[in-house]
Nanobody, 128 residues
Framework: QVTLVESGGGLVPAGGSLRLSCAAS????????MGWFRQSPGKEREFVAA????????LYADSVKGRFTISRDNAENTVYLEMNSLKPEDTAVYYC?????????????????????WGQGTQVTVSS
């Protein structure tokens, strides 16, 4: 069992920044990757960013590339999502998720079905 706890959401004006955190605990040794997804009302949950835990390789959705940065802290067992130049369309509930082994692939890392554990979500609201 892996428990994920997100924090850092809030209300920010367009053009502002936020940093989300996701602290993992439990049986994390089998984790191969972590991801951030988001979901707004009436829409499906969509991929935002992912990181391969062993190497730090990152992936981003085209909509956030150049504005968002995913990173990890191995010692703290935490993954971060730094969000800059926020837009109203970034408004959503943001979820972190843990992908278990045995392998990490770029294709799987963008798919919600590849993730076994999910956090409770944190609301990000960007005002225009």
């Amino acid at each position: 069992q892996v428990t994920l706890v997100e924090s850092g959401g809030g209300l920010v004006p367009a053009g502002g920044s936020l940093r989300l955190s996701c602290a993992a605990s439990g049986r994390t040794l089998s984790r191969v990757g972590m991801g951030w997804f988001r979901q707004s009302p009436g829409k499906e949950r969509e991929f935002v960013a992912a990181i391969r835990w062993s190497s730090g390789t990152t992936l981003y959705a085209d909509s956030v590339k150049g504005r968002f940065t995913i990173s990890r802290d191995n010692a703290e067992n935490t993954v971060y999502l730094e969000m800059n130049s926020l837009k109203p369309e970034d408004t959503a509930v943001y979820y972190c998720a843990a992908q278990l082994g045995p392998v990490w692939t770029r294709l799987a890392a963008t798919n919600t079905a590849a993730y076994t554990y999910w956090g409770q979500g944190t609301q990000v609201t960007v005002s225009s």
